[in-house]
């Protein structure tokens, strides 16, 4: 198990730009692989990006492609999520899990992001 305590969300107009970082705790963070995952009002949760143990696989949906950057610290065991050029379709809650074998089973608490017209 490895507790997930995300931060970085909060109000912004379209085109802006916001960072989320997730904190997790304890000494097995490289054994991961992490994922942003967001789910907006009455929508399925959907992966935004994952990311390998390595770091060196990444993969976006289609929609954050060009605008998201995924990225991971191994000395600080952070993950971020860099989000440019943000649209009111990216309004969300957003999560950050962490999985073995493609299962994610390890949640934070989520963060807001919403983004204005």
């Known amino acids: 198990q490895v507790r997930l305590v995300e931060s970085g969300g909060g109000l912004v107009q379209a085109g802006g730009s916001l960072r989320l970082s997730c904190a997790a705790s304890g000494r097995m963070f490289s054994r991961y692989a992490m994922g942003w995952f967001r789910r907006a009002p009455g929508k399925e949760r959907e992966s935004v990006a994952t990311?390998?143990?390595?770091?060196?696989?990444?993969d976006y949906a289609d929609s954050v492609k060009g605008r998201f950057t995924f990225s991971r610290d191994y000395a600080k065991n952070t993950v971020y999520l860099q989000m440019n050029s943000l649209k009111p379709e990216d309004t969300a809650v957003y999560y950050c899990g962490a999985g073995i074998a493609g299962t994610y089973d390890n949640w934070g608490q989520g963060t807001q992001v919403t983004v204005s017209s």
């Open positions: 990311i390998s143990r390595s770091g060196g696989n990444i």
